[in-house]
């Protein structure tokens, strides 16, 4: 577009300044911040008390911390399975299906084997098995790429409808293993005591919503971090996704790479589903479909940059917006809680445009025409 | 004989990148009705030539005349709308489309609705009329690589050119689909159109022309007419004679057959690339292999090195065949290899110079970056590395830099290769980059290394090999026995023109 | 089992689908012109959220289509502008979106949540043709969009087909070097198309509202149909036409386990029948993999690849 002889042009920066790569996700936030101000002005909310509201309700407050970081632990490995698929240009979009898959294969665990496994391998085992689970869902999808070169993007898309679709059959469209077999309510089955944790009291005699699972999480990133940083695997996925003619001259395998990248994301979001039937639900629960943590895993990893540590950082904030938000809801003035979404969806949205700077420089260029 | 204006001229003219002359004064013009060749090696520049034709780029200095009339081409598409197409070597096709949709894609007062039988027919009347067998109605993902060009002809004469620039025509065809090609110019001649070729296989091209023009180095070293045409002169002028014509050797003591190539074929997409290459290097000689650009070189390297498997034939290195073993199987049996794509190959761009340097490496499960990193910090300094630290990623380095990271890596690291493939190595780099580079080299042979030397540049052949072969469409056309090299044999070969 | 009862399920099937087949023609074009737009869902609801609001403070049909309408060009002008111009992933600009959208048309829907929609849109009354047994209440017995729709996927498919834009369209797709080595602008076909294809889904929205919905209430507005949309794109092989059969087989698939409940049959559990049209999609998919279908009935084939032009 050329304005008065003008032209703005984008120039690849030389040197990035270190500064930026802070500047930009904060600067994010305070955009959104202030759209998200806009929009609940226009519809008659006083915004700043709105966000103290959410700052309090989500971050500040005894529950709200609790439950931000309850709700952070699935988050945390459904963001850690994206970025760890997305870096290397893999887009696993079923991170939601793998997700109840592993709830479904942890739930299978914890009822059919934990019996008989000591009470310290109990735990494993169905985290295990949510992973198997997990990776088993994308399977499929990872074939179809490696073998036909079909788009992961729709298949494991379509896949998440096969989850859900799976989960309700299995507490509501049928009477078989996952259901409860005490009641006639569709409810889940419970798994054996020995695999449950109980929530974490921080201390107080109050009742929170927080799991030593959160702990879990965090170690997983952890050791993501160091698997990527330090092991051959880490830096193989680092040269194929940077330059794969330079991973083809170097002898590596190309297809297993990318294969194996896309199993283990589907594992690291079983694990989560795995970790929800550890923490709170204790068994297959619908009710975890409600949240939509797949697609906002998602979000997560883009918001870390696809960095596992910074992945912890990002699923806090935004399980923290959805508490808030959801407490919003039910005060004296009522906020939708739909405006946690849309903050989230607008700090992505800033994020994205904001990268661009982060590699480019604003040049106003004059067009001279021939 | 009155004077005819040129159907296309350039008069004078120059054109300058970062770096290099590309085009230093030259004049050059094609009448109607003729076939002009421009011949020279890579980096001649005939295709910055031909760019200039067409209107891809605009001259620093001089003139475009057409017709008697002087022309400014701001873009191809003026070129197109004064009569001058471009035939590019890559095609730019949609695979998808049929023949007729690809051929009227670039039509720009097409009307608002198709009729498909209606433009089927247009392009097969234009297709006819010169002679080029072609069904609009064929995908054109499904054609073959000369069937596609002419789809690409008949494109450029469908949107009224008149004249034609062919790009390295003949390079992509097999030597039936060359005879076609110019039955078709032989067509488009008749018909009044303005052909010119631009090529390096001189065999190809010599029986076609009407005039041959030479290029080297930016300018035009000579031009001849058909029956003046003395392929010895012409290699000559393509080749040039700075080089030392009396080059002697001082004969070396070479050891045991390193690395062994034999009866090597290699086919693509039902093409053949390489076919019956045969050529050993023993410890303590550079071997080279020269020849023009895009005949077969990085296939004869990538197959060696084991990154590519051959259809027939096979690779020995130190006395293990290691056809098949891929690229990781080779270099344990001591191969080392260094490509001529420094940053899109070699190195991985984004990852630091520690990165890089343990990429050829045995890694075990845990990368040991200490050892790499006190590598890296050694090799700065012993090569004089121009960089800000071992953690620099890659693509921030100079040519030159990036490529004695490179070169660390294969060839002082690994000591352990005694055989080393190194393609076009000094490509692009400044003249103290280059002589560090050579240096490098000529130590590596003193060690007792076998080397072999693929490059484009002639003189950095003739100057550091030992015995000089010539590749010419994936086969040796000349293998030299050792001390004494005919130079011009040498450049016959290298244009195609072979006992 | 009562052929009334399942002609009524054909018919409510059609109905659905114009949903699905306004939703996949706008991807279409889109992606035709190697754009991916993920953000269907978000669209389809801000759509209908957007209309909603529009018609329940103005009472006027045609007002409440048109500002869905330009909700749709603003949301998708936005996606463009972060993809084609500042070349961000297309991916996770598409799922931003989704995310901001529902985001904000449940926010901007909660003072409405339940209400009933405060205009319906009729369906065209063909008289005494809709009486005819069997043919008459599925062809005649549905709106005037729906009948636009059908009308509006074959103008798309003469477009696509037949037309110069539709060729340069196509070409884009697949090999946005060729066309920008003759001149024409990639951006500007970019940026026409998503924001048509943008337009096309927020009015999508706005018409599942006012046709289907009932009531203000977003689970059970959309509903994943946004999804299905996409993965109706790669069933339809990006032609138009072929999103009708498409929309219809699905929008059939979705209405079939509400017949079934509704008629107490229990062939299989209804969640299982469910599942059926993405596994069915999937097999689509992979039937489409072979080298010449792909050519020729893929994708296109620079679809989510930014468009950079080699400066010279």
New interface residues.
């Given amino acids: 577009m050329i304005v008065a002889g003008r032209r703005i042009q984008l120039e690849a920066r030389?040197v990035t300044p270190k500064w930026l790569a802070f500047v930009v996700p904060v600067v994010s936030i305070v955009v959104a911040l202030v759209i998200g101000a806009v929009f609940l002005l226009a519809t008659g909310h006083a915004p700043l008390r709105a966000y103290a509201d959410l700052l309090d309700n989500g971050y500040t407050s005894f529950y709200g911390i609790t439950d931000t970081l309850g709700l952070a632990t699935p988050l945390i490995c459904t963001g850690l399975a994206a970025a760890f698929a997305f870096r290397m240009n893999l887009y696993n979009i079923g991170e939601e299906g793998q997700l109840y898959l592993g709830m479904i294969g942890g739930a299978w665990a914890g009822i059919a084997i934990a019996g008989s496994l000591p009470k310290v391998l109990a735990i494993p085992t169905v985290l295990l098995a949510g992973a198997a689970a997990g990776a088993l869902w994308v399977a499929v999808p990872a074939f179809l790429r490696a073998r036909l070169g079909t788009s992961e993007i729709v298949s494991t898309l379509l896949l998440n409808y096969v989850a859900l679709n799976l989960v309700n059959y299995l507490i509501f469209g049928s009477r078989g293993f996952f259901r409860d077999p005490t009641t006639s309510f569709p409810q889940g089955r419970t798994v054996e005591p020995s695999v449950r944790l109980g929530a974490l009291s921080f201390f107080t005699d109050k009742r929170t919503n927080t799991y030593p699972t959160l702990f879990i999480a965090a170690l997983l990133a952890v050791a993501l971090y160091w698997l990527i940083k330090?092991?051959?695997y880490?830096?193989e996925t680092?040269?194929f996704a940077?330059?794969p003619?330079?991973a083809?001259?170097?002898?590596m395998n190309a297809m297993w790479l990318q294969s194996s990248v896309l199993l283990v994301s589907g594992a690291i979001a079983g694990v989560g589903g795995a970790m929800y039937v550890i923490g709170p639900a204790g068994k297959v629960d619908p009710g975890l479909l409600q949240i939509g943590l797949g697609y906002a895993g998602i979000v997560v990893a883009a918001l870390a940059r696809y960095n596992f540590l910074a992945v912890i950082l990002t699923a806090v904030l935004f399980a923290g917006l959805r508490v808030g938000g959801s407490a919003l809801q039910a005060s004296s003035d009522p906020v939708p809680i739909a405006i946690a979404v849309v903050l989230q969806g607008a700090v992505l949205l800033l994020a994205l445009g904001g990268e661009i700077f982060r590699r480019n420089r604003l040049r106003v260029v004059k067009v001279v025409t021939? | 004989m009155g004077v005819t204006a040129a159907a296309l001229e350039a008069r004078g003219v120059t054109k300058r990148f970062p770096g290099v002359v590309a085009n230093d004064h030259v004049s050059f013009d094609v009448r109607r009705g003729e076939v002009h060749t421009l011949l020279g090696e890579n980096g001649a520049g005939k295709s910055t030539l031909a760019s200039i034709l067409c209107g891809?780029?605009r001259p620093d200095e001089g003139s475009l005349w057409r017709n008697g009339g002087e022309l400014r081409l701001?873009?191809?598409?003026a070129g197109l709308a004064n009569g001058i197409a471009m035939v590019h070597q890559h095609f730019?096709?949609?695979?998808?489309?049929t023949v007729a949709?690809n051929v009227?894609?670039?039509r720009r007062n097409?009307?608002?609705?198709?009729?498909?039988a209606r433009l089927e027919d247009e392009v097969r009347a234009v297709a006819d009329q010169f002679g080029l067998p072609l069904d609009p109605r064929a995908?054109v993902?499904?054609l073959s690589a000369g069937e596609r060009q002419r789809v690409e002809i008949v494109k450029a004469l469908y949107q009224g050119a008149d004249v034609l620039l062919l790009d390295e025509p003949t390079a992509l065809l097999a030597p039936p689909e060359v005879e076609k090609l110019f039955v078709t110019v032989r067509a488009m001649v008749a018909a009044g159109k303005s052909i010119v070729f631009v090529s390096h296989k001189l065999a190809e091209v010599v029986d076609i022309s009407d005039r041959i023009t030479v290029m080297r180095g930016g300018k035009v070293t000579g031009s001849v007419a058909r029956g003046e045409a003395d392929a010895r002169r012409l290699a000559e002028l393509m080749v040039g004679r700075e080089i030392h014509l009396d080059r002697r050797r001082a004969r070396r003591d070479v050891g045991d057959v390193l690395l062994s190539v034999s009866q090597l074929h290699l086919e693509r997409d039902g093409v053949e690339v390489l076919h019956d290459v045969n050529f050993d290097v023993r410890a303590g000689e550079i071997v080279g292999i020269a020849g023009v650009a895009g005949n077969g070189q990085r296939d004869i390297a990538e197959v060696v090195a084991?990154?590519l498997v051959p259809s027939d034939g096979g690779v020995t290195v130190c006395g293990h065949p290691t056809t098949g073993s891929?690229?990781?199987g080779t270099?344990r049996a001591g191969l080392s290899?260094v490509?001529e794509?420094r940053l899109?190959?070699?190195?991985?761009?984004?990852?630091s110079i520690v990165?890089n340097l343990?990429?050829?490496r045995d890694?075990?499960?845990?990368?040991d970056r200490d050892t790499a990193r006190s590598d890296a910090l050694r090799y700065i300094d012993e090569l004089e590395i121009k960089t800000p630290g071992p953690d620099t990623p890659t693509r921030?380095l100079s040519g030159g830099n990036a490529q004695k990271v490179l070169l660390a890596r294969e060839l002082v690291a690994m000591s352990g290769a005694r055989v080393l493939v190194v393609s076009s190595p000094t490509r692009g780099l400044d003249v103290g980059a280059v002589e560090a580079v050579h240096e490098l080299l000529d130590t590596a042979r003193a060690e007792g290394r076998a080397i072999l030397l693929i490059s484009e540049d002639l003189e950095e052949v003739l100057t550091l090999a030992d015995r000089v072969l010539v590749l010419y469409r994936g086969r040796i056309v000349h293998d030299s026995p050792g001390v004494d090299d005919d130079v011009e044999a040498i450049g016959r070969a290298m244009a195609g023109l072979v006992a | 089992m009562n052929a009334n009862v399942w002609l009524l399920t054909f018919s409510d099937a059609l109905s659905i689908a114009t949903t699905l087949i306004l939703a996949s023609l706008g991807a279409i074009l889109t992606e035709r012109s190697g754009v991916i737009n993920l953000g269907v869902e978000g669209m389809l609801l801000m759509g209908a959220v957007s209309g909603f609001l529009v018609a329940d403070s103005t009472g006027n049909l045609w007002l409440a289509l048109f500002v869905a309408v330009l909700v749709g060009v603003v949301l998708a002008t936005v996606h463009a502008a972060l993809t084609v111009s500042l070349r961000s992933n297309q991916i996770v600009s598409g799922l931003a979106m989704v995310i901001f959208g529902t985001g904000l048309a449940n926010f901007l829907g909660k003072p409405v949540e339940g209400r009933p929609r405060p205009v319906v849109i009729l369906d065209v009354d063909f008289g005494p043709l809709s009486d005819i047994p069997f043919i008459g209440p599925v062809v005649f017995g549905h709106d005037i969009f729906t009948y636009l729709t059908w009308v509006l996927a074959a103008a798309l498919s003469f477009y696509l087909h037949?037309?110069?834009?539709g060729?340069?369209l196509?070409?884009t797709g697949?090999?946005p070097?060729?066309?920008d080595?003759?001149?024409v602008s990639v951006t500007r076909i970019r940026y026409v198309h998503t924001i048509a294809g943008g337009a096309l889904m927020c009015f999508a929205g706005a018409w599942f509202m006012f046709a289907r919905g009932v009531a203000w209430n977003q689970a059970a507005t959309t509903n994943g149909i946004g999804w299905i949309a996409l993965a109706l794109v790669v069933f339809a092989s990006w032609r138009p036409l072929r999103a009708i059969i498409g929309a219809v087989l699905f929008g059939f698939s979705l209405q079939v386990p509400f017949t079934l409940q509704s008629q107490q049959i229990r062939i299989l559990p209804p969640e299982i029948v469910a599942m059926f049209p993405y596994l069915v999609t999937l097999a689509v998919l992979v039937v489409l993999s072979t080298p010449?279908a792909r050519?020729?009935l893929g994708a296109p084939?620079m679809l989510g690849q930014p468009f950079v032009r080699d400066e010279?």
């Avoid at chain 2, 701001?74 to 598409?77: A, H, L, N, Q, Y």
């Avoid at chain 2, 899109?344 to 990852?351: I, Y």
Wanted: proline residues 5%.
């Fill in positions: 030389l330090r092991s051959n880490g830096y680092a040269v940077d330059s003619s330079t083809r001259y170097a002898g021939a | 891809l780029y701001s873009s191809p598409r730019r096709l949609v695979d998808r489309f949709e009227v894609l670039g097409l009307p608002f609705v198709l009729s498909a995908i993902g499904e084991g990154i891929g690229a990781r270099r290899y490509p794509d899109g190959t070699g190195l991985a761009p984004s990852l990165d343990v990429l050829t890694r075990g499960f845990i990368v921030k | 037949r037309t110069r834009p060729l340069v196509r070409a697949d090999a070097a060729t066309v080595a003759q001149g010449r050519r020729l084939k010279r």
